[in-house]
């Protein structure tokens, strides 16, 4: 019998890391600051049960059949108006609904990468994004916003387009501040780079009122047609199973998204989309903002109290301004973070490591430490268990 045809060449790239942190959360026992989950405390269930109930009665058109492929334009309406500004001003045809922020990154790579073609990406790197261009096999510039010879105009040179994520990234926590999201801009401009600005995490910011979006600061008061791709998701602002999405460009490049997304899923949706729209329009997301900010801000408090009382010897990190997530250095370079993560499940805490946030997979200087799952009391012990691990390496 001949061999059946392989698989194609760029699942070769991937190896089980990742697999391993991802699914450890159902280990029992097991204190998972590996994921990047948000607390099932602030699931707005009920406000979706009624609201899904109710679209259903109300929308069977909307919900029940199949949907244009850019999306219902009752949610592209909703969308349209909640990000419009003096300066942005939206209809529907500047708004892309996706089957979540995932489906928004993976459309992007197919409408502007050819094979090997080039990204330059904020280092590190969400690691949903690297999978979702992965099997367009492109070539990563890193962009270390925090380096001093840092240049956006180098690094964006040649590329198809920049990825950032300016509200606390993840993994690493960072706020990219005022002046350098103008830079990335005048970059854009004047390489002709997109420059996308994936931002799951805008709403989040525990010390200070948000910063202008990178799509806000690229609006000129005319029809939007600029060079920002702004991609969002209801995932951390209502609930993740929800898989609503959306991406926000110029008429352009929604058009060729649309495209793409004919041949991916044709339509994300109806019963979602129309849910999206409803708790949107009727404030089940900015009612619930003041409740999660305090408890994520206490989360975050809470962990990095534990990593100061339990790990100061063993790691450095900066207390993120938003977000989800503490990105620590570990001190000893002999500890390889792959390793520690490995040993860190026999000693029942997960964390992520930061091989899994480089294009190369090489860098095993970092972890990624996540606190919205976790009550202050499992953070604690959660740390402690960390550190009990990285002992374990004397
Ligand atoms: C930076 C970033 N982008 C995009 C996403 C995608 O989210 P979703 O597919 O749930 O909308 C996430 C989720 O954690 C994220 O952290």
């Given at each position: 019998m001949t061999d059946r045809a392989p698989?194609?060449?760029?699942?070769?790239?991937?190896?089980?890391?990742?697999?391993?942190?991802?699914?450890?959360?159902?280990?029992?026992?097991?204190?998972?600051?590996?994921?990047?989950?948000?607390?099932?405390?602030?699931?707005?269930?009920?406000?979706?049960?009624?609201?899904?109930?109710?679209v259903v009665r109300e929308y069977p058109t909307e919900t029940m059949t199949y949907s244009p492929v850019p999306g219902l334009p009752y949610l592209r309406d909703v969308l349209a108006k909640r990000y419009s500004t003096d300066n942005v001003p939206l209809t529907r045809d500047n708004v892309l609904v996706t089957t979540g922020g995932t489906q928004a990154l993976s459309l992007i790579g197919q409408v502007l990468l050819n094979p090997g073609q080039k990204i330059a990406a904020q280092s590190p790197t969400y690691l949903g994004a690297l999978d979702a261009w992965r099997p367009r096999t492109p070539e990563y510039q890193p962009m270390i916003l925090e380096a001093a010879d840092f240049d956006p105009v180098q690094d964006m040179t040649g590329a198809q387009f920049a990825y950032t994520v300016p509200n606390f990234s993840n993994p690493s926590g960072r706020l990219v501040g005022l002046e350098q999201r103008k830079e990335l801009l005048a970059a854009a401009q004047k390489t002709g780079a997109w420059l996308i600005e994936d931002d799951p995490y805008g709403k989040l910011y525990y010390?200070?009122?948000?910063?202008?979006?990178?799509?806000?600061?690229?609006?000129?008061?005319?029809?939007?047609?600029?060079?920002?791709?702004?991609?969002?998701?209801?995932?951390?602002?209502?609930?993740?199973?929800?898989?609503?999405?959306?991406?926000?460009?110029?008429?352009?490049?929604?058009?060729?998204?649309?495209?793409?997304?004919?041949?991916s899923d044709m339509f994300s949706s109806g019963v979602c989309q129309m849910t999206a729209a409803k708790a949107y329009e009727e404030g089940v997301a900015d009612n619930a903002l003041p409740r999660v900010l305090a408890l994520?801000?206490?989360?975050?408090?809470?962990?990095?109290?534990?990593?100061?009382?339990?790990?100061?010897?063993?790691?450095?990190?900066?207390k993120p301004c938003g977000g989800m997530f503490v990105w620590a250095k570990v001190k000893d370079p002999a500890i390889q973070t792959e390793q520690l993560m490995r040993r860190c499940l026999d000693y029942g805490v997960c964390i992520s490591p930061s091989s899994v946030f480089d294009p190369e997979g090489k860098d095993q200087s970092g972890i990624r430490i996540n606190f919205t799952l976790n009550t202050p009391e499992k953070l604690s012990e959660g740390a402690k268990r960390l550190a009990d691990t990285i002992r374990s390496f004397d």
């Open positions: 698989f194609a060449s760029w699942l070769n790239d991937t190896n089980d890391v990742i697999s391993v942190f991802l699914s450890a959360g159902q280990i029992p026992g097991l204190i998972n600051l590996g994921g990047g989950l948000p607390s099932p405390d602030v699931w707005p269930v009920e406000e979706i049960a009624e609201i899904s109930g109710r010390d200070s009122d948000p910063l202008p979006t990178l799509l806000e600061l690229s609006g000129d008061g005319t029809p939007y047609s600029g060079p920002v791709i702004y991609v969002g998701t209801v995932s951390k602002e209502l609930a993740p199973g929800l898989r609503i999405g959306w991406i926000i460009a110029a008429p352009e490049m929604i058009e060729a998204l649309a495209t793409a997304k004919q041949g994520y801000r206490a989360r975050r408090d809470a962990l990095c109290a534990a990593l100061e009382k339990h790990l100061s010897d063993h790691l450095t990190w900066e």
